[in-house]
């Protein structure tokens, strides 16, 4: 596919400010264009060290990250914030409030400071926090810092975005420390005592401390680091720390987590698999080369034995299509039949001879063509041959020296090509007929003899007002095609 273009981009990736503040505004709305930048920034990602910072309300965090803001740019880094304020029902309210507490060095030119609202987000907040953090990271943002509230479910998910996740304790709240051990605390890999200017901290440090040895295993490398964020102590050794982990982890895993698909997204795949139905009358309406070539762009994805991609295709538009077929047809009247395989078996039988009838039935039913009636049915026939005067006509073929199995991968191919082309409002019609003439094929596209030809397609835009539109072939239920074994 061509590389997907939004004119923020490239100010983006210059780490131009309001090419930022403008594309972390279209992730977070879901606003026009959010899918471009989403893709466009897609392979700039990982090189940012995320570090999540989670705790309860007051704990002190926003505090922390504006002293954090300070140690690191001491140390020349390039600082994204994304703070989640779950108790602003807008973004306003939100930004004020953390441009207060982290107001010192929020106008740094090496620092880029953006609320959010946990509220009101259509495709749930840790999504939309994700992108947000990975415009952060391709305008070049080494260091992003997300700020949660630790509570609920939805901030350990926000916190599975960061490499490094810091849960923020403040001081003497013994039954908190209770409260948050149940989920937080299991995902912590740095515990702080902030406030440690205040008393208590030492105990609380101490009390964390027993709760890790307890858990021991996984959790004993999780260090215990007490702060004082309003006077800057500790927050050195804090950032030494979130290096360490990152250096020893690794920086980049909210990449690596599973997609989890949204209800859309499920219903829009199996939307575009479902209503593909082989097409057999097509408006004369033009299909550009772009979405053709978009088309197979997808397509190739598809699997294949050892990666071998035994496809190739031959996308024929205007005058080069219309050529090959007068050639097909033209043949097809002098029956020169030369199939190329085997596609059906020489004597029919049940279950399969009973379905073939029933499709041939309805489709001839549909088109006003008598049982028996010989001749339409060659005429009806006679229309592959023209793509059903399709606007555009793929002829695939194969090296024939490869085997079944390649075949197998080839049959991928083209089912991917038919749902892609569905889910662009394209219709198929896939074509074993034109293997009946390789020969012609082979002939006008010039195909050395090593090919074999596979198949045709056509593709375009189906006539809905056509008679054979109506044909709806069924299937048979999961019942009769399953057999199950070993599930609960
Ligand atoms: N004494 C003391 N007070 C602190 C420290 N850090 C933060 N505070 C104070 O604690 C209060 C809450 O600080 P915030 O940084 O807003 O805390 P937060 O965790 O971001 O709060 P929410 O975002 O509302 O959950 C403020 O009054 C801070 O001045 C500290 O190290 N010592
Ligand atoms: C590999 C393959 C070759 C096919 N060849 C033809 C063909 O040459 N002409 C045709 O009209 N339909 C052809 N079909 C379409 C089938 O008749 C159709 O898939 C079947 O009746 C089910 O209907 P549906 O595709 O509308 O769901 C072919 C289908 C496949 C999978
Ligand atoms: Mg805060």
């Not at 907040?125 to 415009?135: C, L, M, P, Q």
């Not at 890790?212 to 050794?237: F, H, N, Q």
């Not at 006008?444 to 006539?463: F, K």
Request: aromatic share 6%; hydrophobic share 45%; proline share 5%.
């Amino acid at each position: 596919m061509n590389a997907p273009d939004h004119p923020l981009l490239a100010p983006l990736a210059a780490g131009d400010r309001r090419a930022v503040a403008r594309a972390i505004s279209s992730m977070e709305n879901a606003s026009a264009g959010w899918e471009a930048i989403a893709a466009g920034v897609a392979s700039r990602l990982g090189r940012a060290h995320v570090i999540g910072i989670t705790g309860a309300p007051g704990a002190g965090k926003s505090t922390l990250i504006n002293a954090l803001l300070g140690e690191l740019l001491g140390r020349g880094r390039r600082i994204g914030v994304v703070a989640v304020d779950p108790s602003s029902p807008m973004t306003g309210g939100a930004v004020l409030g953390d441009r207060v507490r982290m107001g010192s060095h929020g106008a740094h030119e090496r620092v880029f400071i953006r609320s959010i609202a946990s509220r009101g987000h259509l495709g749930g907040v840790s999504r939309s926090t994700r992108r947000i953090v990975d415009v952060l990271d391709a305008a070049g943002f080494d260091t992003v810092i997300v700020e949660t509230v630790g509570a609920g479910q939805s901030e350990v998910e926000i916190i599975e975005i960061a490499d490094t996740r810091v849960v923020v304790c403040p001081p003497g709240l013994g039954d908190d420390i209770q409260a948050i051990k149940a989920g937080i605390l299991e995902i912590a890999d740095l515990l702080v005592v902030n406030k440690a200017d205040l008393p208590g901290a030492e105990v609380t440090a101490r009390e964390l401390k027993e709760m890790l040895r307890l858990r021991a295993g996984s959790r004993a490398d999780v260090s215990v680091l007490k702060t004082s964020a309003t006077r800057g102590e500790g927050i050195a050794a804090l950032v030494d720390l979130a290096q360490a982990h990152a250096t020893a982890h690794g920086t980049g895993r909210r990449l690596s987590l599973r997609h989890q698909p949204t209800a859309d997204e499920v219903a829009a795949v199996d939307r575009a698999i479902v209503s593909r139905r082989s097409v057999r009358r097509f408006l004369p309406r033009v299909v550009a080369r772009e979405t053709v070539e978009q088309i197979l762009d997808v397509a190739r994805h598809a699997p294949s034995g050892t990666n071998t991609q035994p496809w190739r295709v031959h996308a024929l538009a205007g005058e080069a299509k219309d050529r090959l077929c007068r050639a097909a047809a033209a043949a097809y009247d002098s029956g020169e039949q030369a199939p190329e395989y085997r596609y059906y078996p020489a004597q029919w039988f049940e279950p399969y001879l009973g379905r073939r009838r029933s499709l041939g039935w309805s489709l001839y039913g549909l088109l006003g063509i008598g049982r028996g009636d010989k001749v339409a049915m060659q005429a009806q026939h006679r229309r592959n041959f023209l793509f059903f005067d399709a606007p555009v006509g793929l002829v695939f073929t194969i090296d024939r020296r490869l085997e079944r199995g390649s075949w197998l991968d080839y049959g991928m191919f083209l089912q991917n090509i038919m749902v892609a082309a569905r889910a662009r409002g394209l219709d198929t019609c896939p074509q074993a007929s034109w293997m009946e003439f390789p020969h012609v094929i082979a002939r006008v596209l010039g195909l050395p003899e090593s090919e074999a030809v596979v198949c045709g397609m056509a593709l375009g835009y189906a006539d809905p007002d056509a008679p054979e539109a109506r044909l709806a072939p069924t299937r048979e239920p999961v019942s009769a095609i399953a057999a199950w074994a070993g599930f609960e």
